[in-house]
């Protein structure tokens, strides 16, 4: 199964230009997705570094992020070790079939996550959320960000998620921290305890990304909520 070609902005990866990419090939996707099912594919795997906490979801996540992260590990902009050694090995081709398998790699039931969250923040967190004008680019749920080379947040694991904004705060360590101005500039007027809360809140709400167990041959059909 392919999709119509499309231009994407990596802005997240550090590239200003826009770069016209091949066809998406969803099929190549999933052959080329053995290399990320050992993390991705396993229910509640943990990573230990830079300290424990599960990997994220990533099936449901937006294609046109998940190509803008990759090339932001592949360009040194995002330096875990791991990815940036799998994203190394990747061309543009991969990246886009890899992502075009996982923005819709989803169960076969999935709830639309409404437009407001039912859950709301307490009034620090919410007074937090605001400060970072949170939901001026992840949306006011948080599941619908209002370009698609940026992340959905809600219901990502919330351990994942403040180990992803503290790394914004490192930015001399040649294995730790990412790099990306607008986070970089966001992160650096929160203490960590307020990073924390917020990736808590985050993390609780409703949901479209999913970790759908799956073999090398065959996709699975449950998923981990």
């Not at 999933?30 to 099936?59: L, N, T």
Request: proline share 4%.
């Amino acid at each position: 199964m392919k999709s119509k070609s499309i231009v994407f902005a990596l802005a997240l990866s550090g590239a200003s230009a826009l770069v016209q990419v091949q066809a998406q090939d969803v099929a190549a996707g999933q052959s080329k997705s053995a290399m990320c099912i050992g993390c991705h594919g396993i229910k509640g795997y943990q990573a230990s570094f830079p300290e424990v906490h599960r990997v994220p979801r990533i099936s449901g996540q937006g294609a046109k992020y998940i190509v803008a992260s990759l090339n932001a590990y592949k360009k040194g902009d995002r330096r875990h070790p791991t990815m940036r050694a799998i994203a190394a090995s990747l061309n543009e081709q991969d990246m886009l079939d890899l992502a075009a398998f996982y923005e819709q790699h989803k169960p076969s039931s999935v709830k639309r996550v409404a437009d407001v969250p039912e859950l709301q923040p307490s009034a620090e967190v919410a007074q937090l959320l605001t400060k970072g004008a949170c939901a001026s680019c992840h949306g006011v749920n948080y599941s619908k960000p209002i370009d698609g080379g940026y992340p959905k947040l809600a219901g990502q694991y919330s351990d994942y998620l403040y180990v992803s904004l503290k790394a914004y705060k490192e930015q001399n360590h040649a294995l730790l921290g990412r790099n990306n101005a607008i986070m970089v500039a966001q992160v650096q007027q929160y203490t960590l305890k307020e990073l924390r809360a917020m990736a808590n809140y985050l993390g609780s709400l409703p949901t479209e990304l999913y970790t759908v167990p799956q073999s090398k041959f065959r996709w699975g059909s449950a998923a981990d909520r």
